[in-house]
């Protein structure tokens, strides 16, 4: 494939920033699945961390303090369907898109007077001579601290899944619910837990579109890449690393598109730019073929509600 | 049956009176408008509001406004705007072209509420106009900037959607560029969006990776322009629809901002004094529909002075940004030598011109 004047060192470099807010809210959402709980109100809960992680940002000067008020807030709306779920035991797929017409109005509520602003600036981590090495520098040691940040917890959700008692519990009230509650585990209260993680990630994935990427609130700032990180948890088939990929693979194309695009490729526009999503189906498809293995992974207790009748 | 016939007949009657009203004088006019993004963009939508907030300043208590926002191109635009007219519009701005068709279906059904449709060609019905700006004219002053101000010689264009609207503005921008450094080279980037602020950031540093450094843009947000501004000066670009002063001086360096208040206003005043007549209109920089933000301190004095008087001129007529000898991308001939452009052919724009590189999207 002819990438034309495109440096691919660039292009892994602004791919995987481009990735950071999908791979963050998805990473989320696959431990609130992986407990048994569908959230489909991860695009409501990402632009409520962007505009209140930018809200804290300019306030206070620190982006740093700006990322963990993207966190709460997220993981405060959260609550919200936490206990709509898991007291109320409401229907988890309406109770989330629900969520997300909340969250896109209330952000755009709060986002009044915000518009125009730039936000403190997030720079990349000084690396030293280590950023003047040629491609690896650049692909490796040019990134803002998030970037880093987000490659972490993809190994600290994969870590803590597989090897530790919390991730065995968690396994556990997804895989039978009924199981682990005879065994004595709150069911409820790991699940609560689990939203709030997800709702934490999606509204750092959310803080960082509007303090790094585009940096600047405008109303709807988000558009759709919630239900991009809904997607690359279904994807990854539950599993932490297969969601970085997907997530670099999804940013991946998006930037690429452009930059084929702004390097005057010849390949019509059309395709470039239904491309991630043929690219998403297509694997969709080829892994859930895989003799069933893929679906076999899906958290058996999903989308079910959980009530202890004794 | 008697009843039923008394009913129909009032309902004429009222009918009546109302078609009169379009020619006869109005206490009080319902003005409505819809926008494809949310007011705050800081850009297309946020200018129309402003134009709506001018109409409210300048008429009080005679007039009452509403708007709706984020409403999507299709059948949800038809949708409300059956809602304005039932409830009690006199007058709806349709601020997008893809609300063409929509606007259209509903002015069918209520001929008593005038329509106007910004930047289409279509008016099926006596109720509907059209208005547009000449866009073109402000590109022609930004590609002069353009073409002085690049030091890689290549800028860029961040486009939405392939209309015509679209293609003459990137067709000016070029031409002028062209005009003043021959070897400008232009990248086009089609974003297929009004709004998407992640996007267009991602458009515009896919461009700067490919060694642009002036970039216009033809989407919604301030987010080309906030990428720019990473690039701690190495980059410039210009504020589209709305000023985005605040990425002045740089790199925002100049803009075209779309002044809708005083065709809003006089719309909205000939409906109430009952001079209101459908039609089309199509005003550009001499008008006052366009104008162009300041250029700022980051242009050298000369680049400026060049840009002014390249817009003073299209203001006073004595210059027509699309003027001949210009051929067509393929080379076929299409303005001859002092020849201006018919504004037919710019409304129905759908080449590029000779140059340009790449191909428009069907």
Redesign the interface.
């Known amino acids: 494939m002819d990438f034309g ?3 691919p060192a ?2 892994i470099a ?1 791919l995987m920033v ?1 990735a950071v ?1 999908i791979m963050l809210a998805a990473l989320g959402e696959l431990i609130v699945e992986k407990s048994g709980v569908l959230n489909l109100g991860v695009e409501g809960m990402m632009i409520i961390g962007a505009i209140a992680g930018f809200i804290v940002a300019v306030n206070t000067g620190s982006p740093v303090i700006g990322f963990i008020g993207g966190a709460v807030a997220g993981a405060a709306l959260s609550l919200v369907f936490a206990f709509l779920t898991q007291f109320l035991l409401t229907n988890q797929v309406a109770t989330g898109l629900a969520l997300t017409l909340f969250g896109l109005g209330l952000s ?1 509520l709060a ?2 007077g915000y ?4 936000p403190p600036p997030t720079n990349a981590v000084p690396f030293g001579p280590l950023a003047d090495i040629p491609f690896l520098g650049r692909v490796l040691f040019a990134h803002d601290w998030m970037v880093y940040f987000s490659i972490l917890m993809v190994a600290v959700t994969w870590y803590v899944l597989k090897s530790t008692r919390l991730g065995l519990i968690i396994r556990a009230v997804g895989e039978n619910h009924e199981a682990a509650h005879s065994l004595g585990y709150k069911v409820t209260r790991v699940r609560i837990g689990c939203i709030m993680f997800g709702g934490a990630m999606a509204g750092m994935g959310g803080a960082y ?1 509007s303090l790094v ?4 609130w ?6 759709g ?1 919630g239900w991009i990180a809904l997607a690359i948890v279904v994807f990854a088939s539950w599993r932490p690393w297969r969601v970085l990929i997907g997530a670099y693979l999804f940013g991946g194309i ?2 690429l598109q ?2 084929l ?4 490729s010849a390949i ?3 395709y470039l ?1 239904m491309a991630p999503y043929l690219v998403t189906i297509l694997v969709l498809v080829i892994m859930s073929s895989g003799r069933g293995k893929a679906s076999l992974n899906a958290p058996a207790s999903l989308g079910q509600n959980f009530h202890a009748s004794h | 049956m008697k009843r039923r016939h008394l009913l129909a007949s009032a309902a004429l009657g009222l009918g009546l009176a109302f078609s009169g009203a379009a020619n006869a004088q109005m206490d009080k006019v319902k003005a409505c408008f819809v926008y494809v ?2 007011v ?3 850009g297309w939508t946020y200018q129309h509001d402003v134009g709506r907030q001018d109409v409210e300043a300048a008429f009080g208590d005679r007039v009452e406004t509403a708007f709706q926002e ?1 409403v999507p191109e299709g059948a949800d635009a038809e949708r409300v705007l059956t809602q304005m007219a039932l409830s009690g519009c006199n007058i709806i701005f349709t601020t997008s072209f893809g609300y063409m068709d929509p606007t259209n279906a509903v002015a069918a059904k209520f001929p008593n509420v005038m329509f106007e449709h910004a930047t289409g060609y279509k008016r099926d019905h006596p109720n509907v106009s059209t208005y547009n700006a000449r866009f073109y004219e402000g590109r022609a002053v930004q590609g002069t900037i353009a073409g002085r101000m690049t030091k890689t010689n290549k800028i ?1 264009y961040i486009a939405s959607f392939p209309i015509p609207e679209v293609v003459m503005g990137i067709n000016s921008y070029y031409l002028h560029a062209k005009k003043v450094n021959p070897d400008v080279e232009l ?6 969006t009004w ?9 515009a ?3 700067i ?4 450094d002036v970039i216009a843009a033809h989407t919604d ?3 080309p322009l ?2 720019a ?2 690039s701690n000066g190495a980059v410039i670009g210009f504020g589209q629809a709305s000023d ?1 002063s ?1 990425y002045a001086p740089s790199p925002r360096v100049s803009s075209i901002i779309d002044n809708w208040g005083p065709y809003y206003v006089k719309r909205v005043g000939q409906l109430l004094d009952g001079t209101y007549e459908s039609g089309d209109a199509w005003e550009g920089i001499s008008g006052g529909e366009v104008l162009i933000g300041d250029i700022t301190d980051a242009v050298p004095a000369e680049v400026k002075a060049e840009a002014e008087a390249m817009r003073d001129a299209i203001a006073a007529g004595s210059y027509h940004p699309f003027t001949g000898p210009i051929n067509k991308q393929d080379g076929s001939a299409w303005l001859a030598e002092g020849q201006t452009a018919p504004d037919g052919d710019l409304l129905g724009m759908g080449f590029y011109v000779e140059g340009i ?3 428009i ?2």
């Open positions: 004047s495109i440096n660039v292009l602004s481009a807010p755009s986002g009044q518009n125009g602003i730039k579109i990427r585009v940096p600047q405008v109303d709807g700032i988000t558009s890449a998006t930037v452009l930059n695009q702004a390097a005057g019509p526009v059309e730019s | 993004g949310p705050g963009d800081g984020n860029g990248t086009v980037v089609w974003a297929y709004f998407d602020p992640a996007k267009e950031a991602d458009a540093k896919a461009m990776e490919q060694g642009v947000s301030t987010a906030a990428e501004a990473k985005m605040e590189t790449g191909e999207p069907k």
